[in-house]
T-cell receptor, first 111, second 114 residues
Framework: GENVEQHPSTLSVQEGDSAVIKCTYS??????FPWYKQELGKRPQLIIDIRSNVGEKKDQRIAVTLNKTAKHFSLHITETQPEDSAVYFC??????????FGRGTSLIVHP | DAGITQSPRHKVTETGTPVTLRCHQTENHRYMYWYRQDPGHGLRLIHYSYGVKDTDKGEVSDGYSVSRSKTEDFLLTLESATSSQTSVYFCAISDPAGVGYEQYFGPGTRLTVT
C-alpha cells in the first residue's frame, strides 16, 4: 500500500518568515495530494490540493509543488502569521479514493 | 463546515464494555471514513464505506467493526473497549465521483477507556 513520510515533525519560525513542509510517497499510481490544517482542538480542514497533472498550485500565501518523478510534494507558506500556527497533514491517494496521511507537522509561528 | 456531525462528542467508558460512535451526514456523499488520531501517528484509517452496506478495512481495523445501513449514517463499534483504544475519533466524508476528492471531517469524538 501507499506510504507517506512527512518532515519535519515540528517547525518553529518567526512571524514573516517562510515555512516549508515536505512529503514523500511510495505509490506511483497516486494522483491526488491534499494538505490539511488542524488547529488545536478542531477538525482537519483542506487548505490546498494538487493533482498529478499539475506541478505547482498557489493560493495567496500558500503554495504546493509536486515532483512526480521523485515522488515528493511540498507545502510552502510565505509571510507566516501567528494564526498559521497549527498541525499540517499531507496525504496521497489514487484510484481507490482512500488517502494515506503523513504523521503531521506542528508549525509554530512566533510573534 | 460540511453537514457532518458525530455523537457523542466525549465519552468515558470502562475496559471491556461495548461502545458505538455515530457519524451522520446531510451531504449525500458516497464515501465515509473512520479515523483515529493519536499523538505522533497522524490520522490512521480504521474502516471506510463506499456505499450502503459496502465497507472495507483500513490499516488499524482490529477491535473495530462498522455498519452503514443508510447513506447518511456510519457507525463505528468497539465490541470490547481496551485502553489502547483511547483516542480521538474523526469521521470524514467525500464524493469522488461528484464534487471531488476532498474529504470533509466531522468535529471528532474524544473517547477515554479506563
Amino acid at each position: 500500500g501507499e506510504n507517506v513520510e512527512q518532515h519535519p515533525s515540528t517547525l518553529s519560525v518567526q512571524e514573516g518568515d517562510s515555512a516549508v513542509i515536505k512529503c514523500t510517497y511510495s505509490d506511483s499510481a497516486s494522483n491526488y495530494f491534499p494538505w490539511y490544517k488542524q488547529e488545536l482542538g478542531k477538525r482537519p480542514q483542506l487548505i490546498i490540493d494538487i493533482r498529478s497533472n499539475v506541478g505547482e498550485k498557489k493560493d495567496q500565501r500558500i503554495a504546493v509543488t509536486l515532483n512526480k518523478t521523485a515522488k515528493h510534494f511540498s507545502l510552502h507558506i510565505t509571510e507566516t502569521q501567528p494564526e498559521d500556527s497549527a498541525v499540517y497533514f499531507c496525504a496521497a491517494s489514487g484510484g481507490s479514493y482512500i488517502p494515506t496521511f503523513g504523521r503531521g507537522t506542528s508549525l509554530i509561528v512566533h510573534p | 463546515d460540511a453537514g457532518i456531525t458525530q455523537s457523542p462528542r466525549h465519552k468515558v467508558t470502562e475496559t471491556g464494555t461495548p461502545v458505538t460512535l455515530r457519524c451522520h451526514q446531510t451531504e449525500n456523499h458516497r464515501y465515509m471514513y473512520w479515523y483515529r488520531q493519536d499523538p505522533g501517528h497522524g490520522l490512521r484509517l480504521i474502516h471506510y464505506s463506499y456505499g450502503v452496506k459496502d465497507t472495507d478495512k483500513g490499516e488499524v481495523s482490529d477491535g473495530y467493526s462498522v455498519s452503514r445501513s443508510k447513506t447518511e449514517d456510519f457507525l463505528l463499534t468497539l465490541e470490547s473497549a481496551t485502553s489502547s483504544q483511547t483516542s480521538v475519533y474523526f469521521c470524514a466524508i467525500s464524493d469522488p465521483a461528484g464534487v471531488g476528492y476532498e474529504q470533509y471531517f466531522g468535529p471528532g469524538t474524544r473517547l477515554t477507556v479506563t
